[in-house]
């Protein structure tokens, strides 16, 4: 650490810091002094693919498993996500979709939840930023309002999606993805290897390969092995961020703070600073699915050309909402088959995804080690388990335009590996945390980025939403 | 034969029965359990022995079924009595695995040719590989 107080002080180098940095730095001055405290450290994507192939890499130990870093109260769900310079972009599976508008507006529109204190058209420019810095690919027509075209082609669709594309037109799209579609920015195409976490051939967007110059950047100091555990609020200021590193604990003094953990470190350092917004730490949540088998008759499913190769809407908007969760259909192109011979591949697997609200039994607290958030999760919403059976109910008839000779449903899965909502965004304090420029009711100089602004939890993928909150955030406070 | 020379006579032959197929049992090994259950299980297609016998190799290793005297009971008990690999989520993982490890898919399930085992956790070795994809079937073909 270079100085002992900086104008902005950043934790975390994932995507919410790092679009936040991207946009922070096009408008500070030549002399700005920026520090990043990151937790982990540099594990290059080369020394990740060495290790998948069972090769030894000193670099696999340098950051702990998630696992180890919380105290989780309910074992049973597992929270997923990677530590290290990076984030969770080391192990997202590059999947985009924007949300849709009635996204934002849950509680005029279907009488759920809360409404968000910014709606889609206030994001609609930074999701068009966003996809340009990550070079998403995607197809001509959505769902949702675009005005920008995707930087790159779709990816195709397999034999089942050109039908059911046929039959639903703009609701049934390629989906957009940072999984390249052609070679781009140093990345190589995506050839659906399905092994996304580490792309053997580095076709997805991360923070290591973004090539956006945030860390490169001569305003910004980084420091690895630095953990923030808390920060010095005064007079709703935050002064000082504190950390550990190495064993030893230093304190650094700044302007402005911006939280860019996840969503369970976000929180766990507010509640350590003594922040006492009721809603700090509640309402963790994230999207659940389960696996839908489509067997079909002689109908082969192949020719796609990555790991989604398709997103369905056609139970994700309308009237249910008013008593169950939509649902993203996601068309899965793993090289997955059917036990039988002569119809091996006669056979559709999609993954189901479906929204969830935030619920005061689901929560981030303290724990006895400042270091170590401990979790509580009850469960999902009824709202959610609602829009299973509701998917249950109408898949058959939307798979009408299929030869479908069964369908079968998985268990839910454990985890979609996206952490949302301990510190909701919303218009006041009495609703939520943090205002629609992430910047906390309380401490006006401390921004919370990342997923744990979200209000309530669509099922679409939430990296290129938060992204562009980012993004908004630091246009409009700068 | 008194009535004592007879219950001695068939408790013996009832314990054989019972024990020799046991001790078959017991001297199966559960590498040659696998490999009989992926042999019968794809009976119609050519398959490559050494290859089957690498792959479960392979498969096994670091397998939880190494530790689990119970799984590996499961895994022989289903060869013994000829259980279908779609009964038996324990059997279809093994059969599926084998099979997508091979050429098999990538010679569009061509049953003629002898099927090749290239090798488990390919994705890293063998990127590209998915031979369900575009790369195996390109859009002019499908």
């Known amino acids: 650490m270079k100085y002992t107080s900086y104008d902005l002080v950043v934790i975390g180098t994932g995507f919410a810091s790092t679009f936040f940095l991207y946009k922070y730095l096009s408008k500070a001055p030549a002399n700005a002094k920026v520090l990043v405290l990151e937790k982990g450290h540099l594990f290059p994507h080369a020394e990740r693919v060495k290790e998948r192939r069972g090769e030894k890499t000193a670099y696999a130990k340098l950051n702990p498993d998630a696992q180890e870093t919380y105290e989780n109260l309910t074992p049973e769900k597992r929270w997923m996500f990677t530590q290290g310079f990076g984030g969770s972009s080391n192990c997202w599976y590059g999947c985009t979709p924007r949300f849709m508008p009635s996204d934002f507006k849950m509680k005029s ?370 | 034969m008194n009535r004592r020379n007879f219950l001695r006579i068939t408790g013996l032959a009832g314990a054989a029965l019972v024990a020799l197929p046991s001790l078959g049992f017991m001297s199966t090994s559960i590498k040659d359990a696998a490999v009989g259950i992926i042999t019968k299980e794809l009976s119609y297609l050519k398959l490559d022995k050494k290859g089957v016998e690498q792959f479960v190799d392979d498969y096994f290793k670091g397998h939880y079924i190494q530790s689990s005297l119970k799984t590996q009971i499961n895994l022989k008990s289903c060869y013994y009595l000829g259980v279908d690999a779609n009964e038996s989520r324990l059997l279809s993982k093994l059969v599926h695995n084998y099979i997508v490890s091979t050429d098999f898919f990538i010679n569009k399930m061509d049953e003629s040719k002898t099927v090749k085992y290239i090798g488990v956790n390919k994705s890293y070795k063998m990127p590209c590989s998915n031979p369900f994809s575009s790369f195996y079937y390109p859009p002019a073909t499908v």
């Open chain 1, 109 to 478: 529109l279907y009488g759920v939840a809360n409404d968000w204190p910014l709606q889609y058209d206030d994001l609609d420019p930074y999701y068009s930023q966003v996809e340009e810095l990550m070079s998403i690919s995607g197809p001509e027509i959505t769902p949702f309002p675009k005005t920008s075209k995707y930087p790159l082609p779709p990816h195709l669709f397999t034999t089942v999606d050109k039908i059911l594309h046929k039959e639903y037109g703009h609701l049934y799209i390629n989906q957009p993805t940072a999984r390249a579609s052609v070679a781009v920015n140093g990345r190589n195409a995506c050839c659906a290897s399905t092994v996304c976490h580490v792309c053997p051939v580095n076709a997805k967007f991360t923070i290591e390969n973004s090539k956006i110059g945030v860390y490169e950047d001569p305003r910004v100091e980084t420091v690895y092995g630095a953990q923030v555990y808390s920060l010095d609020l005064e007079q709703n200021q935050a002064r000082k961020a504190n950390y550990f590193k190495d064993g030893k604990e230093y304190h650094v003094a700044a302007d402005i703070f911006a939280l860019g953990t996840n969503a369970i470190f976000n929180s766990n350092i507010l509640l350590n600073s003594g922040d006492t917004n009721a809603f700090t730490g509640k309402g963790l949540g994230e999207q659940v699915a389960l696996e839908a088998s489509v067997y079909l008759d002689n109908l082969e499913n192949v020719g796609g050309s990555t790991w989604v190769n398709a997103n369905g809407y056609m139970l994700y908007d309308g009237d249910h909402r008013k008593d169950s969760a939509a649902c993203l259909m996601e068309s899965n192109n793993a090289p997955y088959i059917r036990l039988e011979r002569g119809k091996w591949r006669h056979l559709i697997n999609f993954r189901m995804i479906f929204e969830d609200l935030p619920e005061a039994r689901n929560f981030v607290a303290k724990s006895q080690d400042r270091m170590k958030p401990a979790i509580t999760h009850k469960g999902p919403s009824e709202y959610t388990l609602k829009g299973v059976e509701h998917m249950k109910a109408k898949l058959p008839s939307i798979l009408a335009c299929l030869p479908v000779e069964k369908i079968e449903y998985s268990p839910l899965i454990e985890s979609e590996a996206h952490i949302l909502g301990t510190t909701r965004m919303s218009k006041t304090a009495a609703e939520g945390v943090i205002d629609k420029h992430l910047i906390h009711h309380q401490y006006r100089n401390v921004f919370v980025l990342g997923s744990g602004s979200f209000t309530t939890y669509t099922p679409a993928n939430p990296t290129l939403t938060l992204s562009a909150l980012s993004l908004h955030a630091a246009d409009k406070s700068f």
